[in-house]
Nanobody, 121 residues
Framework: QVQLVESGGGLVQPGGSLRLSCAAS????????MGWYHQAPGKQRELVAT???????NYADSVKGRFTISRDNAKNTVYLQMNSLKPEDTAVYYC???????????????WGRGTQVTVSS
């Protein structure tokens, strides 16, 4: 009943920038921690960045200083600004969110279907 839809991926040259968006829709009482994860071919999915409802952030060491996660609670949307992109950033990027559907419900985790980011010259 909660859907996450990513957008903004594409092909970019090394050193370039992309801005990913993830919009949450459905019956949502609270959108709690949201995050971005990526998965390259042959590798496991790993955390890129997370952000709490109040704006506290965490980043993987590999993206610190280059990526910025942000959110707009009024729009139920989380963003990932990706600067100084490197070929090793190439992966499918997935949106993740912890949601509480009603006042009485438990917190449930959801995943988007992913958006491809390719960094190549």
């Amino acid at each position: 009943q909660v859907q996450l839809v990513e957008s903004g991926g594409g092909l970019v040259q090394p050193g370039g920038s992309l801005r990913l968006s993830c919009a949450a829709s459905g019956s949502i009482f609270n959108l709690n921690t949201m995050g971005w994860y990526h998965q390259a071919p042959g590798k496991q999915r790993e955390l890129v960045a997370t952000i709490t409802r109040s704006g506290s952030t965490n980043y993987a060491d590999s993206v610190k200083g280059r990526f910025t996660i942000s959110r707009d609670n009024a729009k139920n949307t989380v963003y990932l600004q990706m600067n100084s992109l490197k070929p090793e950033d190439t992966a499918v990027y997935y949106c993740n969110a912890d949601t509480q559907r009603t006042f009485y419900s438990r917190n449930v985790n959801y995943w988007g279907r992913g958006t491809q980011v390719t960094v190549s010259s």
